[in-house]
């Protein structure tokens, strides 16, 4: 935690607001004050940001950062346990090493808080995390969130995981049956718990039936891994069978069903807008069917799925969203504020607004234009990242401690 102000740039608040030389304020660590009529206060230290765009940092919402190391093989594939088709059990805040070298790629594409999801391999996959990129010595000290949602899939991915070893699901019938039955026991579980605990009599716990529970009770967010749009009519039936709070992850042809996710503002996690047409569900891919989805009002992110689009590139599918028909506003907010709002993190990251995290990135110029860079990178009004003499300088997360 630390005080610090910007002053002079151009500040653009992540949702709507834009203030030519103005003045971002951190004290402790917070987000106090943002202005253009702004005396910072004695002690703090000032950051000179004239010429430059002060940001929020940038909010990746569906990643495998730290669990799913790029170039590690074997040795860095902690993504998916695909033991059991339900792992609802696992979580994926065990399986990140900090010290994977993405972590420093984030800095420098302005990134400081993400998701971090189990793979896709399971109908239920285990629970989600939300942190920030640098600044522990473990993960627990980069917690921003814990847990934020159940991974669940649909679609080829889980269907050939267990259907390529001859075990079962073997089909989209059967995948959707693994995780009826999972949430059906895991309601019965929960009833069972609370009677009880009104009884006072011991209860053995299962650890995977309680976040499922807890997922019933809408405390978690429901991510269901989905291309095709009939997989996308299935997850929304599965929602209103079990009251979950559904948020799409990748929505490939969500575009199809935009109208009525609107109307039930089921918020689309898009993409990686980057990436291949590797698999049949995907040979409809397009950001265009992201501009779609906006303007149908759909509330709308765009991640990155790392490593399968390096996390840097997060900005970069921002840009090509814009070209594609995304206002400037809604090609940042996709990647900031909206971004926290649908994970549920907006009362800690995504906005420079009073309250907010101090995470502050200065860029030397429009983020969106391919041409400009990251200068430097604020975590809790910590400098982690800074470019000096052409060259990145990261902040040692063993220093003072």
Not at 208 to 235: C, F, N, P, S
Request: glycine share 10%; hydrophobic share 45%.
């Amino acid at each position: 935690m630390a005080d610090v102000a910007f002053v002079g740039g151009r500040v653009v608040t992540g949702t709507g607001h834009v203030i030519d030389r103005g003045t971002v304020l951190v004290r402790n660590g917070v987000i106090e004050r943002v202005d253009d009529d702004l005396l910072v206060p004695k002690g703090v230290p000032i950051i000179e940001a004239d010429g430059c765009w002060v940001l929020p940092g940038f909010v990746d919402t569906h990643t495998h950062i730290g669990a799913h190391e790029d170039g590690e093989g074997p040795a860095g594939a902690d993504a998916s346990e695909v033991s059991a088709p339900d792992m609802s059990a696992v979580r994926a805040i065990d399986g990140i090493n900090i010290e994977d070298r993405a972590f420093r790629d984030a800095l420098a594409g302005g990134v400081t808080t993400v998701v971090v999801k189990p793979g896709s391999g399971n109908p239920i996959g285990g629970t989600s995390v939300a942190m920030k990129t640098w600044g522990g010595r473990t993960v627990d000290e980069q917690v921003v969130k814990h847990p934020v949602g159940m991974k669940s899939a649909l679609g080829e991915n889980p269907k050939h995981a267990w259907g390529e070893r001859g075990q079962l699901p073997r089909t989209r019938l059967g995948v959707a049956l693994v995780i009826r039955k999972a949430l059906i026991a895991a309601g019965e579980y929960a009833a069972r718990r609370a009677d009880a605990q009104e009884k006072g009599e011991f209860f053995a716990r299962d650890l995977g039936k309680e976040a499922l529970a807890a997922a019933l009770a809408a405390d978690l967010v429901w991510d269901q891994h989905v291309h095709r749009h009939d997989d996308i009519a299935t997850a929304l039936r599965i929602a209103d069978e079990f009251n979950l709070r559904l948020v799409l992850n990748h929505g490939t042809e969500a575009h199809r069903l935009a109208a009525e996710l609107a109307e039930r503002d089921v918020p689309v996690i898009f993409g990686p807008v980057l990436s291949t047409r590797g698999k049949v569900e995907t040979r409809e891919a397009s950001v265009n069917n992201l501009v779609a989805l906006t303007r149908a009002g759909v509330r709308t992110a765009i991640c990155t799925d790392h490593p399968v689009v390096p996390i840097d590139a997060l900005v970069l599918q921002a840009a090509v969203a814009r070209r594609a028909g995304l206002t400037w506003d809604e090609a940042i907010s996709a990647i900031s504020s909206v971004a926290a709002e649908i994970a549920g993190l907006d009362e800690r990251v995504g906005a420079l607004e009073p309250g907010r995290d101090g995470d502050v990135v200065v860029w030397s110029g429009d983020p969106l234009e391919v041409g400009s860079t990251v200068e430097r990178v604020h975590i809790h009004g910590r400098e982690v990242y800074r470019v000096e003499s052409g060259a990145p300088i990261v902040a040692d997360r063993w220093a003072g401690r």
